[in-house]
């Protein structure tokens, strides 16, 4: 025979979180907002002069390799061609972006915990962290989705007549006002859901002395 559950003298239930006040869901949206797109910005910055020089590395590798075992004359103007290219000019300036990139992800964290901070939001390095992470997922979800409608739109630029406007430009301009928004949007929503998440629960009361 089961016995109902009897709560200890004194007992009370943990107090409810209230909802995000108008201040702080301003300030989840607009540390969202800027702290997603400077990340991206960031991320774009670091990322593509580093995929750049560890694919010149491989092709490097690949070509000293080329030239130690395969002894064809038909590759002798390739590999001049090749010998003549100074790479090294090129390494100093993609590093020089590579860290710029790196510095501006490390920067919208901080701006972003300041802003969450500024508006009273709970934990903000918390949220910052949280929705960072919530947000890489959600927009790669999202531009997955995103692809298949833009890259069907290319078949419809006018490339045969070699006329660049309207279609390849217009086209390159809506699928990058699409690319911005749907980041600002899921920067928006992955720290306004972080926010809610991790919103302060108040103190507790302390029950009456008998």
């Known amino acids: 025979m089961s016995h109902p559950f009897v709560a200890p003298q004194g007992w009370q239930p943990p107090p409810a979180r209230p909802a995000l006040t108008p201040r702080q869901t301003a300030g989840a949206r607009l540390a969202g907002i800027v702290g997603y797109l ?22 490097a590798v690949i070509l000293d390799l080329v030239r130690r ?13 090749v010998d003549r290219i100074d790479l090294g000019v090129w390494i100093v300036p993609l590093v020089v972006i590579a860290i710029l990139g790196a510095a501006v992800m490390v920067a919208a964290l901080f701006v972003s915990a300041r802003i969450l901070r500024s508006h009273d939001v709970n934990n903000p390095w918390g949220v910052t962290w949280a929705g960072a992470g919530i947000a890489v997922v959600g927009g ?25 406007f309207p279609g390849v430009v217009l086209i390159g301009a809506l ?26 629960r108040p103190a507790a009361v302390a029950p009456p002395v008998p």
Not at 38 to 53: D, E, K
Not at 71 to 76: A, E, F, N, S
Not at 140 to 164: E, K, R
């Open 140 to 164: 790669w979800i999202v531009s997955s989705i995103l692809s298949v409608p833009l890259q069907f739109s290319w078949s419809f630029a006018d490339t045969d007549s070699g006329q660049l």
């Open 38 to 59: 400077a990340l991206s910005l960031g991320f774009a910055l670091f990322g593509i002069p580093v995929g750049i020089l560890v694919l010149g590395a491989f092709f």
């Open 69 to 81: 075992s395969v002894d064809d004359p038909r590759l002798g103007g390739f590999m001049d061609f």
């Open 175 to 200: 699928s990058i006002l699409v690319s911005i928004a749907t980041t600002a949007v899921t920067g928006w929503l992955a720290w306004w859901w972080m926010a809610h998440a991790l919103r302060a």
